[in-house]
C-alpha cells in the first residue's frame, strides 16, 4: 500500500445543487470545480475532471481513488455522480469509495457541539433526517437515517441538537426559532470532508465494488411514485 502522503484522490460530490470535483494528494486538497447550479453535473463533471487532472499533470491512472458522495440527495445528481465515479474507477483501475453524504457534513459541524441534526428535503412536508453525536474526536451516528414528517422530527429532535444540511436551504425560515442553526456555509457536503471519509475508509482497507455501489435512496423519486400510483 502507498503511504498516505502519496495517494492521489478524486474526489465527487454531485448530492447537492451545486455540485463539486476535486482532487487530492494525501490530505491535501489540490483543486476543486464547482459545477453549473443548474444541475447539468452531466454535461460538465467529465470536462471538470480532465481540467483538474492537467491542471497537476496526472494521469487517470495515476488517481488511487475515487471518492463518491453516495447521498442522500438528488436523485439525478446521485445517478450521475456515482455512474462517473464508477466508469473513472473502473478505466482507471483504481479503487472506488462511497462515502454518506449525511456522515461528511457532520464532519463540518463545530466540534464545540455535542449533537446535530443533519436535513436535506424528502418533499411533500417531508426530511431526511440523522442524528449525529461528538463522541471524543469524531461525529458518530446517533440515529439512522430516515424520512420523517418535518413536524415529527420537531416534536421529538433532542433539545441540544442543532440543524445542518442542505434541506435548510428550504426549511430555516419556517423552523421555530428556538432550534439551532449551523452558519449557511456548513449545510453542504465539501470535498475535505468526503476526503476525510475515504482515507479513513482506505487506511482501514475497504473497498466498494463498482458494480454494486448504488445510491443511497431511502424512497422511489417522485417520477417513480406517480408512476406506481398509475398502477404500471
Known sequence: MHPSTDLRWLIVETSSRMGRVAVAEGETMRGERRLDEARRHARD??????????????????????????????????????????????AAGCVLLGVDTFAAIALQAPTALERVDVLADA??????????????????????????PVADWLAARA???????????????RLPSHVPLLDASLWEPQPASLLRLGLRRYRAGERDDPMTLEPLYLRPSSAEEQWQARGK
Open 45 to 90: 463533471l467529465t470536462p471538470a475532471v480532465a481540467s483538474l487532472l492537467a491542471e497537476r499533470g496526472w494521469k487517470p491512472r495515476e488517481i488511487h481513488a475515487a471518492i463518491v458522495s453516495r447521498g442522500p440527495g438528488s436523485y439525478t445528481g446521485l445517478r450521475v455522480g456515482l455512474m462517473s465515479a464508477k466508469t473513472f474507477a473502473h
Open 123 to 148: 418533499q411533500q412536508d417531508k426530511i431526511y433526517v440523522q442524528s449525529f453525536v461528538y463522541c471524543g474526536e469524531d461525529w458518530q451516528p446517533a440515529t439512522a437515517l430516515a424520512i420523517r
Open 159 to 173: 433539545a441540544d441538537a442543532a440543524a445542518t444540511g442542505p434541506g435548510l436551504h428550504k426549511w430555516a425560515a
